[in-house]
Nanobody
Framework: QVQLVESGGGLVQAGGSLRLSCAASGRASSQYTVGWFRQAPGKEREFVARIFWSTYDTYYGDSVKGRFTISRDNAKNTVYLQMTSLKPDDTAVYYC????????????????WGQGTQVTVSS
């Protein structure tokens, strides 16, 4: 089992940047594929990015491709989401999620979730 804690959210102007962190604790946390999702008010939770546990392969949702970068530091048991060129449409609660080894773009492919961190982008 793994526990996840997100941090780094806040208020930023359009065009700005933020870096979110997802700190993992628990056994074998380096063997978990980690994904970021987001949920805006009144909308479904949306896939943002994923980093595979072993190859560090990354995959992004179309709405963030080219602007967001997911990375991980297994020595620190932390996954990051660097967000640049932020837009008001990026406003949402951002969640990190983890699953042992496998993990895809759907919510159901992740067993563990953090509590979320709010990102607000003003125009």
């Amino acid at each position: 089992q793994v526990q996840l804690v997100e941090s780094g959210g806040g208020l930023v102007q359009a065009g700005g940047s933020l870096r979110l962190s997802c700190a993992a604790s628990g056994r074998a946390s380096s063997q978990y594929t980690v994904g970021w999702f987001r949920q805006a008010p009144g909308k479904e939770r949306e896939f943002v990015a994923r980093i595979f546990w072993s190859t560090y392969d990354t995959y992004y949702g179309d709405s963030v491709k080219g602007r967001f970068t997911i990375s991980r530091d297994n020595a620190k048991n932390t996954v990051y989401l660097q967000m640049t060129s932020l837009k008001p449409d990026d406003t949402a609660v951002y969640y990190c999620a983890a699953n042992f080894r496998a993990g895809g773009v759907s919510r159901s492919s992740y067993a563990y979730w953090g509590q979320g961190t709010q990102v607000t982008v003003s125009s």
